[in-house]
C-alpha cells in the first residue's frame, strides 16, 4: 500500500459566529466534498450548534461523528478526551477519505481543535489536516455594532475574560493599546463591569452576545447589564475602545437576516469550549 493510499484528509472549518450565510466558498466546499463530518458535543447531552450552523450543505448519505468534549479547564479531563476524539477521527476516517470538523468562530482562535490538532499529529500522523479560517465574533459584533476596531497604526489586543477582570490589568492593557477585545466574557460580566466602572469606561464598551444568532444582542449602555441577574450566556464578548482619534461607533443601517432557525438554540443553555 503507498503512502497516499493511507493518508486521509481532515479540515478544520470555521463556521464564524453563527449565521450560516457567514461561511466561507471554501468551507461549504470542504462540508459538501467529506464522507465524514466531526463536531464537537459537550458531555451534558446538548446537541451540537456547529452541525446545526452546517445543516444546510450537510447530505443524508455523510456519516456524522460528534465527539464528546468536557466544560472544564482541569487538564486531567481535558487531556484523556482531547486523545479519545483524536483516535475517533482517525479510526473514522478510512485510507484517502475526506472529513471536516465543523467548529464556531476561526478553528485557531480560542478552539480547543489546536489540541485535537496535536493529538493527531502526534498519534496518528497519517492523517493529514488543513484549516478553513472562519469569521471571528469580535469582528462580526463589531460589524452590527458599528465598532471601529483599529485604524492606522493602532492597536488590538484579543483576551479571554476570564483572566482580564482587574481594574489595574485592564488600566495597563488600555494604555497601550486602543481597542481592548474580552472574549468569552459571560460569568465574568460583573467583575469587568466592574473594572471598567472603575477606569471611567462604561461609555467606551459594547457588549453582544450569541453574534449572528436570532438571540443575538448588542448592548451600548452597559449599565442596563447591572440589573440583569441572569449569567450572560459562554458566547458574549466586549470591546472597550479608548482611542478619541476614530468614532466609537459608526451608523449600522438595519439588521442583518439570519437563515438559522429560531429553535435551534436556547437562549439559557451552554456552549461548548470550541463554541467561540
Not at 493518508?7 to 466561507?24: H, R
Not at 471611567?200 to 442596563?224: F, K, N, S, W
Amino acid at each position: 500500500m503507498t503512502t497516499m493510499t493511507k493518508t486521509s484528509f481532515l479540515t478544520a472549518v470555521g463556521l464564524g459566529p453563527g449565521d450560516p450565510e457567514w461561511i466561507t466558498v471554501k468551507a461549504v466546499r470542504a462540508i459538501e466534498q467529506a464522507q465524514v463530518v466531526f463536531a464537537p458535543r459537550s458531555r451534558d447531552g446538548d446537541a451540537s450548534l456547529a452541525l446545526r450552523i452546517a445543516e444546510p450543505w450537510l447530505r443524508p448519505e455523510q456519516r456524522i461523528v460528534e465527539l464528546a468534549l468536557p466544560m472544564t479547564r482541569d487538564p486531567d479531563l481535558l487531556t484523556p478526551a482531547w486523545e479519545a476524539a483524536a483516535d475517533q477521527i482517525a479510526a473514522a476516517l478510512q485510507p484517502g477519505a475526506q472529513g471536516v470538523y465543523l467548529l464556531l468562530g476561526d478553528p485557531l482562535l480560542y478552539g480547543t481543535f489546536t489540541y485535537l490538532w496535536s493529538e493527531l499529529a502526534q498519534r496518528h500522523p497519517h492523517v493529514q489536516v488543513s484549516v478553513v479560517p472562519g469569521v471571528t465574533s469580535f469582528a462580526a459584533a463589531a460589524a452590527r455594532a458599528g465598532v471601529v476596531l483599529a485604524t492606522t497604526s493602532e492597536r488590538v489586543a484579543i483576551l479571554p475574560a476570564s483572566y482580564e477582570t482587574d481594574a489595574a490589568v485592564l488600566q495597563r492593557l488600555l494604555a497601550d493599546f486602543e481597542t481592548v477585545i474580552l472574549m468569552k466574557v459571560g460569568a465574568a460580566l460583573p467583575r469587568v463591569l466592574d473594572a471598567l466602572e472603575t477606569l471611567g469606561l462604561l461609555d467606551a464598551a459594547v457588549y453582544a452576545e450569541r453574534v449572528g444568532m436570532p438571540e443575538e444582542r448588542i448592548v451600548d449602555d452597559l449599565r442596563t447589564l447591572r440589573t440583569e441577574t441572569e449569567p450572560r450566556p459562554y458566547l458574549s464578548l466586549l470591546i472597550v475602545r479608548r482611542s478619541p482619534r476614530a468614532p466609537i461607533r459608526l451608523p449600522v443601517q438595519g439588521a442583518w437576516p439570519s437563515t438559522i432557525s429560531p429553535t435551534s438554540t436556547s437562549p439559557t443553555s451552554t456552549a461548548s469550549p470550541e463554541s467561540l
